[in-house]
Every structure is written in structure tokens, then in C-alpha cells.
């Protein structure tokens, strides 16, 4: 198996950072979608981490439902160490499937502490939709890797290679040149 580590392209993305494996026989297709959907995941475990520390595990609540908090809270630990970038210091693979099982868990915890007394009004957690970017583009060794071809073209067939790839949103370069036609005063 081919190891991958991604990384995303933006600067403020630093988090974003995970081991991705699959065969050298992959297509480009399939491991963009694997790739972006584990990224999608992986930012909406961040993000819901930060929101449910920030607006429901308030002093009050912990004071009121002692036990209910801490099991949350432990439940966000476990969730955000798994979408964390140190997996790739400890060498682990980042999977959909575990990042969706962490989500679910949040989501039947956050329920629990509503039954619990958690008044309504701040719980307001959305659900997860995936952002599509049709024109994401990864990026190995300075190259596009064009969607039409296996990874094998472009690595060769060696099933222990490993590389690092980065993820370019589309969206991105158009955030970019926006923020410069600001500074210059178009």
C-alpha cells in the first residue's frame, strides 16, 4: 500500500494534516474523493469540537450535570485526538469510516446531555454536509495529478512508496486573488 500524507495547501489549514493508504493502482478520481471527504470530516470534527466546548459545556452545565459533561467532554477528547494532525506523528491512517463513528458518537452524547437538561437553544449542532469541490486538485512534487490517470503513472508500481501529497481547494485561488485585488484597491 501506497502511504499518503496530505496536507492542505491553504496556510491557515495547518491542521489538516493526515495518513491516507491505498493501492498504487488507485485512480486519481477515486483517491480525491477518498482524500476530500476524510478532509471534510476530519475539519467537521475540529470544528464541532470547538463549538460544543465553546457554547454547551459551560460552567453552569458542568455544575448542574457534573456527569453528563464529563462524559462529553471525554467523548470530544477522543474525537478531536483522532482527527488531529499528531496521527501523523504516530504514523496512524486516518479512515471515513472511524472519523463518522466519532461524529455520531458527539451527536448521541449531545442528545443525552439535552435529555439531561441542556436547555435547547444552545444546542443548535448542524449536520454535517460535505463541501463538493469538483475542481480540487492534488498536488504531488509540483504537479497536478490529472484525474484521468492511475497513481501508478505517476509514482510507478512500487506498492511501499511513500509521498506527500497536497490538497488544493478550488475555491482557495479565488480567495486569494480576491484578498489581492482588496490590498491593492481594485
Not at 48 to 65: G, I, M
Not at 84 to 90: D, G
Not at 114 to 138: A, C, M, W, Y
Amino acid at each position: 500500500m501506497v502511504r499518503i500524507h496530505v496536507k492542505a495547501a491553504a496556510a491557515e489549514a495547518e491542521e489538516q494534516q493526515f495518513l491516507y493508504s491505498c493501492s498504487c493502482d488507485s485512480s486519481i478520481a477515486d483517491l480525491a474523493d477518498a482524500i476530500l471527504e476524510i478532509y471534510n470530516l476530519q475539519a467537521w470534527i475540529q470544528a464541532l469540537c470547538v463549538h460544543v466546548r465553546q457554547y454547551l459545556l459551560t460552567d453552569a452545565f458542568r455544575e448542574n450535570c457534573a456527569g453528563v459533561a464529563d462524559v462529553l467532554d471525554r467523548t470530544l477528547s477522543e474525537a478531536g485526538t483522532y482527527a488531529s494532525k499528531e496521527q501523523v506523528l504516530h504514523q496512524r491512517f486516518l479512515s471515513s469510516h472511524f472519523l463518522r463513528d466519532h461524529i455520531q458518537t458527539i451527536e448521541k452524547e449531545v442528545k443525552i446531555a439535552r435529555s439531561r437538561g441542556l436547555p435547547e437553544s444552545n444546542t443548535q449542532i448542524t449536520t454535517f454536509t460535505p463541501e463538493l469541490h469538483k475542481d480540487v486538485q492534488l498536488i504531488w512534487a509540483g504537479k497536478e495529478l490529472s484525474r484521468g490517470k492511475r497513481l501508478c503513472d505517476y509514482i510507478g508500481g512500487n506498492e511501499k512508496t511513500k509521498i506527500t501529497i497536497k490538497l488544493k481547494l478550488g475555491c482557495e485561488d479565488l480567495e486569494n486573488r480576491m484578498v489581492t485585488n482588496v490590498q491593492e484597491g481594485c
